[in-house]
């Protein structure tokens, strides 16, 4: 496709409940990156993929926090057992070169998710 | 690990005013330098980003910014601004080589007035 696409835009789940946000990068590009934003903050690293390794999962808040990208190319963040705190816009990014990364990034709209 | 600073998190001008936004950065290494703007309901976009060279860098509409390393600092800067540059702005940095992913400030709301 012409950008990055993420699903669902909006996401309302129950504490405690399982969910799954997918990001369609930009066809061909080899790094991707999952990003937390929370209300009125920056973006905060979670993961990053080249092509279908996940070689870098540092900032992944919690083991309820799972990623993967199975074919090098659409990846899907798990939440598991979602909490109050996980209520935050998640963004995808797509570059093209693998790391080093000098290259754009290219962000999505985001994942708005809100846990009650 | 590196820190971004962005010293005003909500900013008011009128049109045609000059603007400056404040990044500073807590690497003493190599660093790449980014600002990203997002205008209201759009996704995040490049505005401009460093590596290396002249460290005075322009980007898309109008807008620069000036690497000083001496003071840590990568601020944004457009003479005179418009009803349309409204956003969200970020200052971004990755460590020299690129090896992860960006570390973002958290941000300035620009509001231009007409």
């Known amino acids: 496709g012409a950008g990055v696409s993420q699903s669902p835009r909006y996401k309302v789940a129950k504490r405690g409940q399982d969910v799954a946000l997918r990001c369609d990068p930009i066809?061909?590009?080899?790094?991707l990156f999952w990003y937390q934003q929370a209300l009125g903050q920056g973006p905060e690293f979670l993961t990053y993929?080249?092509?279908?390794?996940?070689?870098?999962k540092s900032g992944l808040p919690s083991d309820r926090f799972f990623a993967e990208r199975p074919e090098g190319s659409v990846s899907t963040l798990k939440i598991q057992r979602t909490q109050q705190e996980d209520s935050a816009v998640y963004l995808c990014?797509?570059?093209?070169?693998?790391?080093?990364?000098?290259?754009?990034?290219?962000f999505g709209e985001g994942s708005r998710l809100t846990v009650l | 690990a590196q820190s971004v600073s962005q010293h005003n998190h909500h900013v008011i001008l009128s049109e045609a005013a000059s603007l400056e936004l404040g990044c500073n950065y807590s690497?003493?290494?190599?660093?790449?330098l980014f600002w990203y703007v997002q205008y209201p309901g759009q996704h995040l976009q490049l505005l401009l980003k460093y590596f290396s060279g002249d460290p005075l860098v322009k980007g898309i509409k109008g807008f620069e910014a000036e690497f000083i390393k001496s003071k840590f600092s990568f601020n944004l800067r457009k003479p005179s601004v418009q009803w349309s540059d409204t956003a969200e702005y970020f200052c971004?940095?990755?460590?020299?080589?690129?090896?992860?992913?960006?570390?973002f400030g958290k941000g300035t709301h620009l509001i231009i007035q007409p």
């Open positions: 066809s061909g590009h080899v790094s």
């Open positions: 993929f080249q092509n279908e390794a996940q070689l870098d």
């Open positions: 990014a797509s570059s093209l070169g693998p790391r080093p990364n000098t290259g754009e990034l290219f």
């Open positions: 690497y003493g290494g190599t660093v790449n």
């Open positions: 971004a940095v990755n460590l020299g080589g690129g090896a992860d992913g960006l570390t």
